[in-house]
């Protein structure tokens, strides 16, 4: 077996795996584990004085032993087929393209039927109170959460790959798992969870704006990306307004505003200009733009792998 062979052979397996089943929900999955330690940590720390600096050091830690336990256990098992199964299978896992497709579509399917139903399903993939979103608002959670995890779920895991392969792959998602539970500037988490979000801001700072470029060269629109510099910045995320920017300008459409997460009202700047309603043939070029920017990112990391 070549060597080229054997470094993009779990690249391609895991995505297509990905593709076609997506998050294997009836089998274990890492990120449940990953949530379970940080629950445990986060609950044994996260009170009396230094909160910021035990939550620092809880993500950190926490970080490198999931690094470095993937990447000891590789040189301890020198055999080329169990690396190739372990990084096909580590690739299926922290891949989320399928699924968050999937779960958009059913947002839009669901408010076709009724609001309450919308809402409903949109709580499965946002942080913010739903109960009391109006349809245009449901639509328009769903596309963000569509584009911010596309950098998330499908950009920034195969960036993390290239550059270290599976135990860098598998770090970053700690990484954005921890920013997910802890990473909020709520009270209970401002200063426990601070690193944990300064951390997910370093690690996705490049793979943000590359899934931006991506999405509007998967546009055909290269004149956006005067938009999306413009537009991103806005965000009160570092990163996350670049692909809600990417996308709001290929849909012509407006994100951002007001939200409430865990009972506090944030003030998100817009990203657009234009408040137009939002349709389910949006949803079918978001989700046509996602697909063909993973692709272009698939075929960039496997240039990479193979000759870098």
Same mark, same amino acid.
């Given at each position: 077996?070549?060597s080229a ?20 929900? /009836? $089998?274990?999955?890492?990120?449940? =584990? ?30 490198? $032993?999931?690094?470095f336990l ?5 040189? $301890?098992?020198? &055999? ?19 699924? $968050?497709? #999937? ?9 076709? /039927? ?5 809402? !409903? !399903? %949109? ?12 349809? !245009? ?11 911010? &995890?596309?950098?998330?779920? %499908? ?29 909020? #500037?709520?009270?209970?988490? *401002?200063?426990?969870?601070? =690193? ?32 999306? =510099? ?8 570092? &990163?996350?307004?670049?692909?809600e920017a ?5 849909? &012509? ?14 003030? *998100? ?6 408040? /137009? ?25 496997? %240039? ?5």
């Amino acid at each position: 077996m070549t060597s080229a062979l054997i470094l993009i052979l779990p690249l391609l397996l895991g995505w297509l795996l990905d593709f076609i089943f997506g998050d294997p929900s /009836r $089998l274990p999955h890492p990120i449940v =584990w990953f949530g379970k330690m940080i629950s445990w940590g986060e609950h044994r720390l996260n009170h009396g004085a230094h909160r910021m600096a035990k939550g620092a050091v809880m993500a950190v830690c926490f970080i490198l $032993l999931v690094f470095f336990l993937l990447w000891g256990f590789k040189r $301890l098992v020198p &055999n080329v087929i169990l690396w190739l199964i372990l990084d096909t299978i580590i690739i299926f896992y922290c891949l989320a393209g399928t699924t $968050l497709i #999937r779960e958009v579509r059913e947002v839009f399917l669901a408010l076709d /039927r009724s609001l309450d139903e919308g809402r !409903q !399903q %949109v709580a499965r993939i946002v942080g913010r109170d739903t109960s009391q979103l109006s349809a !245009q608002e449901v639509r328009t959670a769903a596309l963000e959460t569509l584009a911010e &995890n596309l950098s998330d779920g %499908v950009i920034a895991p195969l960036f993390w790959f290239a550059l270290l392969g599976s135990p860098g792959m598998l770090a970053y998602k700690m990484v954005n798992t921890l920013d997910s539970m802890i990473g909020y #500037r709520t009270e209970r988490y *401002k200063d426990f969870g601070c =690193w944990a979000a300064h951390i997910d801001d370093v690690a996705n700072y490049i793979p943000a704006r590359l899934t931006a470029l991506l999405m509007v060269i998967a546009s055909g629109k290269l004149s956006l990306l005067k938009f999306v =510099w413009k537009n991103g910045r806005r965000h009160a995320s570092p &990163n996350s307004g670049y692909p809600e920017a990417a996308l709001a300008g290929i849909l &012509n459409c407006r994100f951002g505003g007001p939200h409430i997460y865990f009972g506090e009202l944030f003030d *998100k700047p817009y990203i657009g200009e234009n408040d /137009r309603e939002l349709t389910t043939q949006d949803m079918h070029t978001a989700v046509r733009i996602n697909r063909t920017a993973e692709l272009l990112m698939l075929a960039l990391t496997s %240039v990479v792998v193979i000759f870098i």
